[in-house]
T-cell receptor, first 113, second 115 residues
Framework: DADVTQTPRNRITKTGKRIMLECSQTKGHDRMYWYRQDPGLGLRLIYYSFDVKDINKGEISDGYSVSRQAQAKFSLSLESAIPNQTALYFC????????????FGPGTRLTVT | AQSVAQPEDQVNVAEGNPLTVKCTYSVSGNPYLFWYVQYPNRGLQFLLKYITGDNLVKGSYGFEAEFNKSQTSFHLKKPSALVSDSALYFCAVRGRNSGNTPLVFGKGTRLSVIA
């Protein structure tokens, strides 16, 4: 969905490095999410934010942090990357005034060597 | 707690045949239910949703899904499969009275349509 953009689209980094994944949206939605996708495990929620001053941990938040810089921007950081954080990362948005369907960005493929 | 089960990791169907991708859910109270599709190297795309009303919901690309409250199921169906339907399909749920909780996704079912 072009309304939700993620940068970078692909990233290879080394163990121990700090990395930031960025998400921007033009949908005007108040809610934003970060997921990771691993084969056979589906989508797992890392963090979510219901507005600029609201940050919540998901089921797998250890090793990650987030920042909601504005309603339209939500970034995910890996403070010290490790190989088992190699995955496909998705940002998503939703509107609290609608039926809660989420709209996804194109994903960031992260490889930690 | 909310949960979704997609019992089949892989579904194979011949082109032109009907297809079904299964989903069962568990929530407290009434659900909001969703189907998403993921094509290779793409993000998830919204297909359809059940909120209330008619149990048969029609969505994009000729897909439909039937909400069955007694069986707590929301199976995705299409009368005639196309090769281009080959993708990864995710079911998701949220309880209507679950407050500010995100959608819970199933593990996905890979659909392969064979020409």
């Amino acid at each position: 969905d072009a309304d939700v953009t993620q940068t970078p689209r692909n990233r290879i980094t080394k163990t121990g490095k700090r990395i930031m994944l960025e998400c921007s949206q033009t949908k005007g939605h108040d809610r934003m999410y970060w997921y990771r996708q691993d084969p056979g495990l589906g989508l797992r929620l890392i963090y979510y934010s219901f507005d600029v001053k609201d940050i919540n941990k998901g089921e797998i938040s250890d090793g990650y942090s987030v920042s909601r810089q504005a309603q339209a921007k939500f970034s995910l950081s890996l403070e010290s990357a490790i190989p088992n954080q190699t995955a496909l990362y998705f940002c998503a948005t939703s509107d609290s005034h609608s039926s809660y369907e989420q709209y996804f960005g194109p994903g960031t493929r992260l490889t930690v060597t | 707690a909310q949960s979704v089960a997609q019992p089949e990791d892989q579904v194979n169907v011949a082109e032109g045949n009907p297809l079904t991708v299964k989903c069962t859910y568990s929530v407290s109270g009434n659900p909001y239910l969703f189907w998403y599709v993921q094509y290779p190297n793409r993000g998830l795309q919204f297909l359809l949703k059940y909120i209330t009303g008619d149990n048969l919901v029609k969505g994009s690309y000729g897909f439909e899904a039937e909400f069955n409250k007694s069986q707590t199921s929301f199976h995705l169906k299409k009368p005639s499969a196309l090769v281009s339907d080959s993708a990864l399909y995710f079911c998701a749920v949220r309880g209507r009275n679950s407050g500010n909780t995100p959608l819970v996704f199933g593990k996905g079912t890979r659909l392969s349509v064979i020409a």
